[in-house]
């Protein structure tokens, strides 16, 4: 018997969020969509609202949460995506 399983956005956004927030410097998610998933013609793009640290090298925070996050993307889930966008909205103090 052949068929194909699929992993639903969700799950997706759920390892992209454990994904960046092991990155140093990062605080956390922002709002209650942190990460948005889209999947168009067997493409993922993940779009993650980040809170950084306070005196954080925000250009390196955001490379480093795009790696992070494809790397686990590809060995959790077999998804390569085509695209991680890291948007910063607040900084707060270090905790």
């Given at each position: 018997?052949?068929?194909q399983?699929?992993?639903?956005?969700?799950?997706?956004?759920?390892?992209?969020a454990?994904?960046?927030?092991?990155?140093?410097?990062?605080?956390?998610?922002?709002g209650?969509h942190g990460?948005?998933?889209?999947?168009?013609n067997?493409?993922?793009r993940?779009?993650l609202?980040l809170e950084?640290?306070?005196?954080?090298a925000?250009?390196?925070v955001?490379?480093i949460v795009?790696?992070?996050?494809?790397?686990?993307l590809?060995?959790?889930?077999?998804?390569?995506?085509?695209?991680?966008?890291?948007?910063?909205?607040?900084?707060?103090?270090a905790?």
């Open positions: 018997m052949e068929g399983a699929s992993i639903s956005a969700d799950i997706l956004a759920r390892y992209a454990d994904a960046a927030t092991e990155v140093e410097g990062v605080r956390g998610l922002v209650r990460v948005k998933v889209e999947g168009e067997g493409s993922v993940v779009e609202h950084v640290e306070w005196g954080a925000i250009p390196d955001g490379r795009q790696e992070r996050v494809g790397e686990y590809a060995h959790m889930a077999d998804v390569d995506p085509a695209e991680v966008e890291v948007v910063v909205d607040e900084i707060g103090p905790t």
